[in-house]
């Protein structure tokens, strides 16, 4: 009997503990782990980073409640086994509503300048508000935050910690936004050999390293290391789409189905390819680049022509493409969900 | 002791000084007390009220119905004969169905022209975060109602969503779709309508009355829009019809 209740009041008591540790959080402020390899990135005077404001971001970004009917959360469509990516040709919200994008790749946005793929929205805080509000995506209401989330203790006290104010939409984006920002993937195979130097490229490796920067491919122009993205906007010769890519933001039609160009890091784990998913692995993307793209207008990049490779020109370029895969950011305990 | 009574007769001196100082000012007695002014928007589709989901003809005689029509409006202000101007909205999201009626109170004055604008001032409309205004105003989140872009952070300045049916049948269902959002710093739009003079006194209330007749969002002496291929815009992928589309807009608005 005394055994018995001595058991009981062990379980409530971890319980309460548990409970607790999940709600109360460290408001010290924080940096971004960079690994020697970029520089701080500038982060808004209106969000300064603290560890209790990321972990209520990382609440949040799992938390199905945000959309309408309580099905998709931001990590249904960017789950970290695949770079933040789901693996579909384009992402499915709630109610199973089928967007007309591929769902990108979260890693390393803490150094992006505009976000989107037509770089319309200049703040990751306002990046955060588009899937919320999206009726593709979370389709969530707009007059108001679920009220099962803001009734939520754990919330209230988290977002009173990190941000001094009850969770709405002001703590929601902001919170969102340092999760993402926390998220950095530097230390791949890639970084080890260039940054590093622990490691070595095999030499397959090394010879696609080579053709990627050669001056005929010129991969690198465009991919530029070590985010391997130079934030430019390019029509690369894809099929016709609805999508009009840059000109949505511009209205210039000479911006017609140009994309922003997207990092390299984890590509790997990231298929399908481009803006609508549509090719489904790396060795056909290359094999696109190599042909020069399947259309030809007046906008295209110039960069985008055929290639000629041989087949094991290929190959040496996807090895080296399979460098920049970082096995232990998709495997950080620290970005998956909070356990309950 | 003597020291204390020169500082409370000085201070004394001071608020009295600033009392009559207040007194004359060039207004006049009357400069503290204010006016009542009202503006009203009287909503018709031409001679009829407009109401949300009836059935309108268009250009062509084809049925058509409205079932969204809301925009911003802004710098609501009255002119009065001195060409100063009596500032009474910064902004609001109007609801068109809903005959809107701004109220506030202002100085005396003899106004002779009502001033607005439709849309989001640009410094109000470029990278701008929602998030930060109070639930209660009309650019936050929840206030916005949906007129916010996220996907590139602006306003849509006025949003008209209906159905009409293309073929003339007067029995076919109205399925073919019209979506006018519109919303970019270029298509911002300032209205003067003058009216006839008035002088409102302090204490006074006056009543302006606007008409809008949401058929010139359709067609105007100048524009037709063609339900046929003039359908859709949301300004990007479609600007030339989105400014006709303000186009008209603005030519709905007078004085009646």
Known sequence: ?340 | MNQLKNIFGLLGLAIFLSQCSACKEPNGPDSNTKSNYIIHWITQYQNQDLIQGQTYRDAFQRRVLFEDLRGYISQVELIDNQDSSIVLKDIALVNWFADPTISIEGRPATIKAIRFSLGVPAQLNTNVDPTTYANSHPLSVAGSAGLFWTWNTGYIFYQLNGKCELTGSENLPMIDPIAYHCGDDTLYRTITLNVPEVTVAAGGAQQFNILFDAQKCFWNDTDTMDFAVDYLTHTTGNLPLAIRAMDLYQSAFSIP
């Open chain 1, 1 to 340: 009997m005394k055994a018995g209740l001595f058991l009981g009041l062990f379980i409530l008591m971890a319980s309460c503990s548990f409970q607790e540790s999940n709600c109360n959080c460290d408001n010290r402020s924080a940096k971004i782990r960079t690994y020697g390899i970029l520089k701080q990135p500038a982060i808004p005077a209106d969000n300064p980073m603290n560890f209790c404001a990321i972990e209520l971001g990382r609440k949040l970004f799992y938390d199905t409640r945000l959309s309408q009917d309580g099905s998709t959360s931001c990590g249904s469509c960017h789950q970290l086994s695949m770079a933040f990516t789901d693996g579909q040709s384009v992402a499915k919200g709630a109610h199973q509503k089928q967007g007309n994008r591929n769902s990108p790749t979260l890693f390393n946005l803490a150094w992006s300048p505009y976000f989107m793929m037509e770089g319309g929205v200049k703040s990751l805080e306002m990046q955060s508000l588009a899937p919320l509000l999206s009726a593709h995506e979370m389709m969530g209401s707009a007059q108001s935050l679920p009220t099962t989330i803001l009734e939520d203790p754990c919330y209230d006290q988290m977002s009173q910690t990190a941000f001094h104010r009850p969770l709405d939409y002001f703590v929601v984006v902001r919170a969102l936004a340092q999760f993402q920002r926390s998220l950095v993937s530097l230390d791949s195979h890639f970084d080890r050999v260039m940054y590093h130097k622990t490691e070595s490229f095999t030499p397959a490796e090394q010879r696609g390293w080579k053709i990627f920067n050669s001056s005929t491919a010129k991969c690198s122009t465009c991919h530029i290391p070590p985010l391997f993205t130079d934030f430019q906007f390019y029509d690369i010769g894809l099929k016709d789409t609805l999508d009009l890519g840059k000109e949505r933001e511009s209205y210039h039609s000479s911006d017609r189905f140009k994309f922003k160009t997207p990092t390299l890091r984890n590509i790997e784990l990231t298929p399908p390819y481009f803006h609508n998913g549509m090719v489904d692995r790396l060795d056909s993307v290359i094999a696109l680049y190599n042909r020069g793209g399947d259309a030809n207008r007046a906008q295209k990049s110039h960069s985008i022509r055929p290639m000629n490779w041989t087949e094991e020109e290929k190959k040496d370029l996807l090895a080296f493409l399979m460098t920049l895969t970082d096995w232990n950011a998709v495997q950080n305990e620290r970005w998956l969900p909070l356990s309950e």
